[in-house]
């Protein structure tokens, strides 16, 4: 049969929009979350993290929430640019610092 | 000078051919770790390493054999691949395999199998 490849999730934004990307995580252990970014012919570029001791962390341009109950994590850009267009992937982590990752959601900057 | 530096970028081979990936990081790094990302999964973890001694083999097929010579490098030698092995593999380093380490990566190596 055909192989189907992966399906990724995707977010149109117009350029000066913010973008919200939302990630939900499996393990209830994990006590560490990252997000990265991967533009086309590129590795994953980290772009923040956050601890399971907090809720809410603010980089440039960029937050991350972090919601244990229902284990939920999004990543907010503001004004996002042309250049913010790439897959971005959550990961969470526990003990020996191992990545699980996420399937990814692709973000498009409409100019 | 990128922190994570993989070569080749891009690989052929034949099923029987033998050949090596290469990973060099510059970031005074001592834990080290190869990923698998394909068209059909999500980055799969393949193989860590902590001051050069592999601390976890995630059930990966033997026809992938790692090495780490020193805290700096590291290898994935391959060898009777299968076309399923076709993929980007990418190698990533964190300071230590403590909590809440942030890993960073190299751009990967595009493997084809013929």
């Known amino acids: 049969g055909e192989s189907v490849g992966l399906h990724l999730p995707t977010l149109s934004v117009q350029e000066g929009d913010n973008s919200i990307i939302n990630c939900a995580y499996s393990?209830?252990?994990?006590?560490?979350f990252i997000w990265y970014k991967q533009e086309s012919g590129k590795g994953p570029q980290f772009i923040i993290d956050i601890r399971s001791n907090m809720d809410k962390r603010q980089g440039q341009r960029v937050t991350v929430l972090l919601n244990k109950t229902v284990k939920h994590l999004s990543l907010q850009i503001a004004a996002t640019q042309p250049g913010d267009s790439a897959v971005y992937f959550c990961a969470e982590s526990n003990a020996g610092n191992m990545l699980t990752f996420g399937g990814g959601t692709r973000l498009m900057v409409k100019p | 000078e990128t922190g994570v530096t993989q070569t080749p970028r891009h690989l052929v081979m034949g099923m029987t051919n033998k050949k090596s990936l290469k990973c060099e990081q510059h970031l005074g790094h001592n834990a080290m770790y190869w990923y698998k990302q394909s068209a059909k999964k999500p980055l799969e973890l393949m193989f860590v390493?902590?001051?050069?001694?592999?601390?976890e083999n995630n059930s990966v097929p033997s026809r992938f054999s790692p090495e780490c010579p020193n805290s700096s490098h590291l290898f994935l030698h391959l060898h009777t691949l299968q076309p399923e092995d076709s993929a980007l593999y990418l190698c990533?380093?964190?300071?230590?395999?403590?909590?809440?380490?942030?890993?960073?990566f190299g751009d990967g190596t595009r493997l084809s199998i013929l």
């Open positions: 390493y902590s001051l050069e001694e592999r601390v």
């Open positions: 990533a380093s964190s300071h230590s395999r403590d909590r809440g380490q942030p890993q960073h």
């Open positions: 393990n209830s252990a994990s006590d560490y």
